[in-house]
């Protein structure tokens, strides 16, 4: 199992961005996919989750309105859609996947048995 996080990059408060998260050597059956993040000091925060089959959404608080979570059924990739960027969003994003979530788990990085390498998201003010 692979997975690729990129799409990172420096912008500037207010600006967007959009990350990608190709995947190899998953099944999608019962799979949820979910996007991470870090900032220094910090320990990993749930940022958004997506139920492979159904499409069913999840975000952490601090960024719904502004993210969105999606995927390619066909190309097996998963995007976060990242608009009105703040400082406080500066991190670097894992993609990570998991199986047989409840909506309850989606948000726990310890239900996500593989992880991207992550990619620099730096929002500068």
């Known amino acids: 199992v692979q997975l690729q996080a990129s799409g990172g990059g420096l912008v500037q408060a207010g600006d967007s961005l959009r990350l990608s998260c190709a995947t190899s050597?998953?099944?999608?059956?019962?799979?949820?996919m979910g996007w991470f993040r870090q900032a220094p000091g910090k320990e990993r925060e749930f940022v958004a989750g997506?139920?492979?089959?159904?499409?069913?959404?999840y975000y952490a608080d601090s960024v719904k309105g502004r993210f969105t979570i999606s995927r390619d059924i066909a190309k097996k990739v998963v995007f976060l859609q990242m608009n009105s960027l703040r400082s406080e969003d500066t991190a670097v994003y894992y993609c990570a996947a998991a199986l047989g979530l409840i909506a309850s788990t989606v948000s726990d990085p310890g239900r996500y048995a593989h992880w991207g390498q992550g990619t620099q998201v730096t929002v500068s003010s």
């Open positions: 050597g998953l099944t999608f059956n019962s799979r949820h």
């Open positions: 997506l139920r492979w089959n159904g499409g069913n959404t």
